[in-house]
């Protein structure tokens, strides 16, 4: 298997479903920003007291990268000063916290009139926000033009999605437009041309288009060597309460527990520094890994940006729900951070109509 084979793993269409029988509708995604509302819901509430402003903001049809550009444009802050926990969607209305320096406040009203960004709310609080810092978002999604005829049927499938929940994949906003990211991420990984001149945001991108790459190819894998669900001896676990991870060595113990709902079963975010498997899986994860002439070493090359980490290979939405809207059909669901509401929608749309490019 070449490393070129890695750009397999940002074509969605080929990747596993959880309900791959269940009935599915022809529906437009985005057709209007409006149609894909996004809130955040953030790890810590502003303390009100601090050196940092946190400002909730609401953006509509930009990206997370022109929003920081326009705030530091309008307010004349530099965009590093500027704290973000994750990035939102492009095409869609999102509302999120975003950190400037506390001294900056009386520059707010210059951003009055920017395009595409609405100022909320301020509060102090005592550090600036960081990647990361928020538990997840909440979503209302339109399915445009969906037939209601199939409201029940699909009703079914998300019942069974709230039970079980959906493959954890990395969506494709996560590879770039035209998988650029991707391409990008290999030719580095393979020294084939020098590194391009990208901010620290962009760079961060790139390595891990190549990593969630990765990650979508190791899930498929298990999926299809029936693994998904059968805990391997020295599986990195997670527990679902705190997040904590530990190897599964007992593993009739393990399995039972994962069964129960209290674990779940990690695949590798690969990077050099990432928590390794054990005995059977993590021969597994290894022999995935050569397959595309890679090792962990090879990541040292992105440096803290490909430390690696671990992501469970599926995730549970919260509070799934579908009602009949005048345009369509409508979902309402919340998602831990780092997990994709598109990927989602793949268990319930076949055939969406074209929409415009997203992040």
Same mark, same amino acid.
């Given at each position: 298997?070449?490393?070129?084979s890695l750009?397999?793993?940002?074509?969605?269409?080929?990747?596993?479903f959880?309900?791959?029988?269940g009935?599915?509708v022809k529906?437009g995604?985005k057709?209007?920003?409006?149609d894909?509302?996004v809130?955040?819901?953030?790890a810590?509430?502003?303390?009100?007291?601090?050196?940092?402003?946190y400002?909730?903001?609401?953006?509509?049809?930009?990206s997370?990268?022109e929003l920081i550009?326009?705030?530091?444009?309008?307010?004349?802050?530099?965009?590093?000063?500027?704290g973000?926990?994750?990035?939102?969607?492009r095409?869609?209305?999102?509302?999120?916290?975003?950190?400037?320096?506390?001294?900056?406040?009386?520059r707010?009203?210059?951003?009055?009139?920017?395009?595409?960004?609405?100022i909320?709310?301020?509060?102090?609080h005592?550090?600036?926000?960081?990647?990361?810092?928020?538990?997840?978002?909440?979503?209302?999604?339109?399915?445009?033009?969906?037939?209601?005829?199939?409201?029940?049927e699909?009703?079914?499938t *998300? !019942?069974?999605?709230?039970?079980v929940? %959906?493959?954890? #994949?990395?969506?494709?906003?996560?590879?770039? &437009?035209?998988?650029? =990211?991707?391409?990008?991420?290999?030719?580095?990984?393979?020294?084939?041309?020098?590194?391009?001149?990208?901010n620290r945001?962009?760079?961060?991108m790139?390595?891990?288009?190549?990593?969630?790459?990765?990650?979508?190819?190791?899930?498929q894998?298990r999926?299809v060597?029936?693994?998904e669900q059968?805990?391997?001896?020295?599986?990195?676990? *997670? !527990?679902?309460?705190?997040?904590?991870? %530990?190897?599964? #060595?007992?593993?009739?113990?393990?399995?039972? &527990?994962?069964?129960? =709902?209290?674990?779940?079963?990690?695949?590798?975010?690969?990077?050099?520094?990432?928590?390794?498997?054990?005995?059977?899986a993590?021969?597994?994860?290894s022999?995935?890994?050569?397959?595309?002439?890679?090792?962990?070493?090879?990541?040292?090359?992105f440096?803290?940006?490909?430390?690696?980490s671990?992501?469970p290979?599926r995730?549970?939405?919260?509070?799934?729900?579908?009602?009949?809207?005048?345009?369509?059909?409508?979902?309402?669901?919340?998602?831990?951070?780092?997990?994709?509401?598109?990927v989602?929608l793949?268990?319930f749309?076949?055939?969406?109509n074209p929409?415009?490019?997203q992040?």
């Open positions: 298997m070449s490393i070129d750009l397999g793993g940002a074509d969605l269409d080929s990747m596993p959880v309900c791959p029988n009935p599915k529906a995604i057709v209007e920003p409006e894909f509302i809130e955040e819901i953030p810590y509430e502003p303390s009100g007291e601090g050196e940092h402003l400002l909730w903001v609401q953006k509509r049809d930009i997370g990268s550009k326009r705030i530091s444009n309008s307010m004349g802050i530099p965009h590093q000063e500027i973000t926990a994750g990035t939102k969607d095409r869609a209305v999102t509302r999120q916290w975003i950190s400037i320096p506390g001294n900056k406040e009386s707010i009203g210059y951003l009055a009139g920017t395009q595409g960004i609405e909320l709310a301020a509060k102090r005592g550090n600036k926000l960081r990647t990361g810092h928020l538990w997840g978002n909440r979503f209302q999604i339109l399915l445009r033009d969906a037939a209601l005829e199939q409201l029940e699909l009703k079914a *998300a !019942k069974t999605l709230g039970e929940g %959906f493959f954890n #994949l990395f969506g494709t906003q996560r590879f770039g &437009r035209d998988v650029d =990211n991707l391409h990008s991420g290999l030719a580095l990984l393979t020294g084939e041309s020098k590194r391009p001149r990208l945001f962009q760079h961060r790139v390595v891990s288009s190549l990593q969630s790459a990765l990650f979508n190819l190791y899930l894998k999926v060597e029936g693994l059968a805990v391997m001896l020295g599986d990195v676990m *997670a !527990k679902v309460e705190t997040g904590g991870l %530990f190897h599964a #060595l007992e593993l009739e113990v393990e399995q039972a &527990r994962f069964e129960k =709902n209290e674990t779940c079963i990690t695949g590798p975010i690969y990077g050099h520094r990432m928590k390794t498997a054990l005995e059977k993590a021969i597994f994860e022999d995935f890994l050569q397959s595309f002439g890679l090792t962990l070493e090879a990541f040292k090359v440096g803290q940006l490909a430390d690696g671990r992501r290979l995730v549970k939405p919260l509070n799934l729900t579908m009602a009949p809207h005048e345009n369509g059909i409508q979902l309402s669901f919340a998602l831990p951070k780092g997990s994709y509401a598109t989602l793949r268990e749309v076949n055939d969406q929409t415009p490019e992040e």
